[in-house]
């Protein structure tokens, strides 16, 4: 990993910085109603996880990027654990739980720093075929997750709430802090696959592009052809909960959208014969616009990819 000239910083440093805090504030917005602590523990976290592991990895970004997503899934199925199965729990008590794997993990990896330094700051995928062997202590994890919701912790008293809360998580902490190594593998694995992905998709950016410009050519079509429609009509052609209503044409924009889509959240309804069948024309036009989107997304992905031509007559047809 190269560095930016006149300067120690690894190249790509602060774009890994702005993914961890980007986690970070968004997870943070939305754990929000767990109280005002939860979301200042979460951008605490991944200020003091980045700077553990510049400190300890400084060409390690993927792992530091692989961490960021990791913490920031973390945060939330910790919020989810801990309204289900502790929702009594003291505020010292879901601040200490939260923190107490965390800190388990920056421990562990500090200690094993040197073991761990040609896995963190690799920048390839390990062998994938041993995913399931990196991934078996989530086995453990999820069992501990699954028993704190599913037993009738939840009626304890507030105090004994905490307690069973810190045990729960000081279980998920020994196992984290026993397989390290597993868990290092697979957030440095996810990013480089993440990475990989990200590239790929990059070079389909053009015929995406064009997907979606002509997808919107046809949202518009559609939701001029209602507001003429309603322009023209004696009466409201559209209904919605209340009754007939009158179409603007953001609404017409907003119906046509979501016909397209074939979401059909029922608020705005046609009204007239001739709208549903205007609106059913337009639903046939945007599926067969997405198979031919996907038609164009292959075929670019085959030309990049230089995948060979397929020859009518040859061996296997």
């Known amino acids: 990993m190269s560095t930016t000239p006149g300067r120690g910083l690894p190249e790509g440093w602060l774009r890994s910085v702005a993914t961890t805090f980007g986690f970070g504030l968004l997870v943070a917005g939305g754990v929000a109603d767990q109280g005002t602590l ?16 510049y400190l300890l990895f400084p060409h390690g970004l993927h792992f530091a990027f692989g ?13 989810v654990m801990a309204r289900a199965g502790f929702p009594e729990a003291p505020a010292f008590a879901r601040a200490t739980g939260f923190l107490l794997p965390v800190a388990t993990f920056l421990a562990a990896v500090w200690h094993r ?17 041993h995913l399931p062997r990196m991934a078996r ?19 304890l008293p507030e105090f004994e709430q905490g307690l069973a809360l810190l045990a729960a998580m000081g279980v998920i902490s020994l196992v984290v802090a026993a397989s390290v190594g597993g868990v290092v593998r697979l957030l440095t694995d996810m990013a480089l696959l993440t990475e990989e992905l990200a590239g790929r998709a990059s070079r389909l950016l053009v015929p995406v ?36 209503v009158p179409l603007a044409f953001p609404d017409a ?16 309804t046609p009204h007239d014969e ?36 397929h020859r009518p007559g040859a061996a296997g047809d």
């Open 38 to 53: 939860l979301p200042f523990l979460v951008i605490g976290v991944a200020a003091l996880g980045l700077g553990t592991l």
């Open 253 to 268: 924009l907003y119906f046509s959208l979501v016909t397209q889509a074939t979401v059909g959240y029922g608020d705005v």
């Open 113 to 129: 720093r040197r073991s761990l330094r040609m896995v963190a700051e690799a920048e390839r995928p390990f062998d994938l075929g």
């Open 209 to 244: 592009i064009a997907f979606l410009a002509m997808y919107a050519v046809l949202v518009v079509v559609f939701a001029c052809l209602y507001r003429i429609a309603q322009g023209l009509s004696g009466g409201p052609l559209f209904a919605g909960p209340m009754g007939p």
């Open 137 to 155: 202590w989530l086995v453990p994890v999820w069992v501990v997750g699954a028993c704190s919701i599913a037993l009738p912790v939840n009626r």
């Open 274 to 309: 001739g709208i549903r069948l205007l609106a059913s024309l337009q639903v046939v036009a945007g599926q067969v616009l997405l198979l031919f989107g996907f038609a164009e997304i292959m075929r670019t992905r085959r030309v990049l990819g230089g995948d060979p031509p």
């Open 67 to 79: 961490t960021s997503a990791g913490l920031a899934v973390y945060a939330c199925l910790f919020s």
